[in-house]
């Protein structure tokens, strides 16, 4: 089986990663936009421009938001200390709802923890383990997925399935409403537990030269009732994709 490269956007897609196409050279630069629909009552779907910067070595590997150090490496098992730059957040100025604009700030953060990937005949595994390592949530995120890859000649497509456990700090922090949030604003006060968050997701790639590639990825999140059940939130479900252009040299 061809090697399967999947980087992280982090939280933006929101644990999941863009595809990239089998890498034969070590490193690739290119343009990609990304969508993360919001979750929130009033909040705004983002756009967001990110670069595509994908190195590999041996020892050390970077894709876009995410990078990490190889503990183990080889044909068919992966395992690396990882850090991925968190783009999830809520920002109060951006809502349209007047209650909504008196909660606080839940700002971005960047998140460590372990990847593995197991590449085989019948497919792909991947997991990560990540904790906030800035003190913004003090949360703790797991996520496994299971991928299996289609090759058509210069076009291949990976559909997915998987699950995300957020632990209560994690829920807390960007569903929760403290007391005086309540108190300030009438919302009512709301104290998540941990989750699980199902998805599935797809990826494609399509090799335009032997160096210029392209590639697409969506992932549909169902919320979970922790989740749903908060009063800041008002969708039951969650759309992110992205799309990119890149040149390996």
């Not at 343009?31 to 909040?43: H, R, T």
């Not at 809520?90 to 709802?97: F, H, S, T």
């Not at 210069?154 to 957020?166: Q, Y």
């Amino acid at each position: 089986m061809n090697r399967f490269k999947i980087s992280a956007l982090a939280l933006l897609l929101p644990l999941g990663g863009t595809v990239q196409a089998e890498q034969t050279s070590p490193l690739t630069l290119g343009a990609s936009i990304a969508y993360a629909q919001s979750p929130y009552k009033g909040g705004q779907d983002r756009y967001l421009p990110l670069p595509v910067i994908n190195y590999e070595s041996d020892s050390f590997w970077l894709r876009t938001l995410q990078g990490g150090y190889y503990l183990w490496k080889d044909q068919q098992d992966q395992l690396s200390v990882t850090l991925v730059g968190s783009a999830q957040r809520y920002d109060p100025d951006d809502n349209d709802l007047g209650a909504m604009k008196g909660l606080d700030e839940r700002r971005m953060t960047l998140l460590a923890g372990l990847e593995y990937r197991h590449l085989a005949d019948w497919g792909i595994v991947r997991t990560n383990l990540l904790g906030d390592v800035l003190g913004k949530s003090d949360g703790i995120i797991w996520d496994l997925t299971y991928l299996y890859r289609f090759d058509f000649g210069k076009f291949s497509l990976a559909p997915g399935i998987g699950a995300t456990w957020t632990s209560a700090n994690q829920n807390r922090y960007y569903y929760g409403v403290s007391g005086h949030e309540a108190a300030r604003t009438g919302i009512r006060r709301y104290q998540p537990d941990d989750s699980w968050s199902p998805y599935l997701e797809l990826s494609a790639n399509y090799r335009l030269t032997e160096r210029w590639n392209t590639s697409i990825y969506a992932r549909y999140t169902r919320l979970a009732d922790e989740i749903n059940d908060s009063p800041m939130v008002d969708k039951n479900s969650q759309l992110t994709t992205w799309a990119g252009i890149s040149y390996s040299f």
